[in-house]
């Protein structure tokens, strides 16, 4: 029986989610189709551009991501720290939604009697939760994909074949082990060749930032005047800190060395290729080589055996 969306997502458990959405009957989401000559790479930048978009509006940081032909996978920290005033939340929210009247006379410095000042701060606390939540962050990225998706192939009915499926990560172990195999996954389809090479990544981003405001504003029939700044994916912090750490506890040239050491280890077409120096990622966390390899390579399919969070 599947859990409730609340039972699932915790922060005060842990901020770190893995999130995975795919299309109904392995429709094409990105790629060629090899029946109808159809090609459908121009959506991974859809994709790409609304995860960023929406990260920058969110109280959700992305750690990884991943645009793959039939699904994508995106890991996300959700970040409850952040205090936004009214006018904050407004601007954010009526970037997405056009907004009740109330609001647009408020948001337009209009005179408000008090109960409707309060009506308006009730309203502006709701957005203030959602825009703080991972369901409704997947809803505002699933949705809009699917109608554009639709009118392309002018048809109506499921793009996404149910709900997105999330996993909670518990440790850093899991966390590190979550992120290299959502990078490397371009790598293990065939789609690429490295993780430097891997288009629609977050590894790619991390080592070539290019990402494009302007376009992603086009391609998602945002306003012309939209001015809040493009969030950058979370930094990797060198050192670990004793207060709130707001990145990532490993550094990301060391992280970089580890995606390109596991890509080039789980190759089946390369045996006794595993090259003796580990990354300084992996001997701090003691993971075993052969543990670390099953991980990165079926993430998703040992998420419910391990990584779980101790009593």
Same mark, same amino acid.
């Given at each position: ?28 989401? +990105? ?8 090609? #459908?790479?121009?959506? $991974? ?34 970040? *409850? ?17 056009? &907004? ?8 337009? &410095? ?43 192939? @002018? +048809? ?14 518990? *440790? ?5 082990? +979550? ?13 690429? $060749? ?17 990402? @494009? ?33 707001? &990145?990532?506890? #490993? ?10 050491? *596991? &890509?080039?280890?789980? $190759? ?17 966390? @003691? ?7 099953? @991980? ?8 419910? $055996? ?6």
């Amino acid at each position: 029986m599947t859990q409730p969306r609340s039972q699932l997502v915790s922060p005060a458990d842990t901020p770190y989610y893995h999130c995975v959405s795919r299309c109904v009957r392995r429709a094409f989401l +990105c790629g060629s189709d090899p029946v109808t000559g159809q090609c #459908y790479e121009h959506r $991974r930048q859809w994709i790409e551009n609304r995860i960023r978009l929406l990260s920058s509006l969110f109280a959700i940081d992305i750690c990884s991501y991943a645009v793959m032909n039939s699904h994508y996978h995106v890991v996300v920290k959700l970040d *409850t720290s952040e205090d936004w005033s009214e006018q904050d939340v407004i601007d954010r929210w009526l970037t997405l939604y056009k &907004g009740p009247l109330l609001i647009q006379r408020h948001h337009r &410095g209009e005179a408000l009697t008090p109960a409707e000042r309060d009506t308006v701060s009730s309203i502006i606390e709701i957005w203030r939760q959602r825009l703080q939540s991972l369901s409704w962050f997947m809803k505002l990225l699933n949705e809009p994909i699917a109608r554009m998706a639709n009118a392309e192939d @002018n +048809c109506t009915g499921h793009f996404w074949e149910s709900r997105f499926k999330s996993q909670a990560l518990f *440790t850093e172990e899991a966390l590190i082990s +979550c992120m290299t195999y959502v990078d490397l996954n371009p790598v293990r389809a065939g789609i690429s $060749r490295t993780p430097e090479s891997s288009k629609h990544t977050s590894v790619r981003e991390r080592i070539q930032p290019a990402f @494009n405001l302007s376009e992603a504003i086009k391609d998602q029939h945002l306003a012309a005047d939209f001015d809040l700044p493009i969030k950058p994916l979370l930094r990797f912090e060198d050192t670990t800190k004793r207060d709130t750490q707001t &990145g990532i506890a #490993y550094s990301l040239s060391d992280y970089l060395q580890l995606v390109d050491w *596991t &890509g080039r280890a789980i $190759r089946d077409d390369k045996t006794g290729s595993i090259p003796g120096k580990l990354p300084p990622i992996l001997t701090r966390l @003691n993971i075993p080589i052969e543990q670390w390899l099953v @991980n990165s390579q079926h993430f998703e399919k040992i998420v419910h $055996r391990r990584f779980r969070k101790s009593a």
